[in-house]
């Protein structure tokens, strides 16, 4: 079990993130939603201990960091370095001997080309390669479905389903509300640095209309459209 207690941080009088509690436990899936600007990419980093907070991170890993993978929204690359070399690299960091990269490969992408020139997708799919074969016990997964094409964001959904059922504890950012719905047991709504909502599967379709109602409310008219 991952456990956030008090969680807090603010960059200069800016505060981003306000007491965030939560506990995340294994063979569970849950979801982060809130606009842009609310604090999910930030609350992240904390927990992927990239960014200094207050409060408290607690797990049963003597260092969380060493057993969890972060798919950052937008995945950096080193200027001359293959697919290939990326994964190798990733692998490495965890001492894990790997070498079957291309039988591996599930997205089939160019991993003797330079991963900087891949496109925004091709980039997130090789991203999520490399922490998948470094098994770790924690995904945080920041909108993975993002510029991804439609057949890869059905093998995603498939990924996150068996990360599940091998009792890793995964947690997803996303905007397209049907793949939370179709992946995640809980989903806590992110607004302004703060948890203003949490619900269980059963009640999704009615936080999703909540989310509608006050996102859309008369925006549409206001364009008088005819």
């Known amino acids: 079990m991952i456990i956030l207690k008090n969680i807090s941080k603010s960059y200069g009088s800016f505060r981003v993130l306000e007491s965030i509690n939560l506990s995340l436990e294994k063979g569970m899936v849950y979801g982060i939603v809130g606009e842009n600007g609310a604090g999910k990419t930030t609350l992240f980093k904390c927990i992927a201990g990239l ?37 190798q690299l990733i692998c490495n960091a965890r001492n894990i001997k790997e070498s079957e990269f291309d039988e591996k490969n599930i997205f089939d992408l160019p991993l003797d080309k330079y991963a900087v020139l891949y496109s925004t997708g091709m980039k997130k799919k090789l991203a999520i390669t490399g922490i998948l074969l470094q098994n770790n016990d924690v995904f945080i997964l920041d909108e ?38 179709d992946t995640c047991d809980e989903i806590h709504l992110l607004k302004k640095g703060v948890f203003v909502k949490s619900v269980l599967k059963d009640d999704f379709i009615k936080l999703e209309q909540e989310m509608k109602d006050f996102t859309i409310g008369n925006r549409i008219a206001k364009l008088n459209l005819n």
């Open 144 to 181: 993975p479905f993002n510029g991804v094409d439609i057949q890869s964001n059905i093998i995603i959904m498939e990924i996150i389903h068996t990360l599940k059922k091998l009792n890793k504890t995964v947690i997803i950012s996303s905007h397209i509300f049907s793949t939370l719905n």
């Open 51 to 87: 960014e200094k907070f207050e409060g408290e991170i607690t797990s049963n890993f003597e260092n969380l960091k060493n057993h969890l993978g972060y798919l950052q929204a937008d995945p950096f690359y080193f200027s001359k370095i293959t697919g290939r070399e990326y994964l």
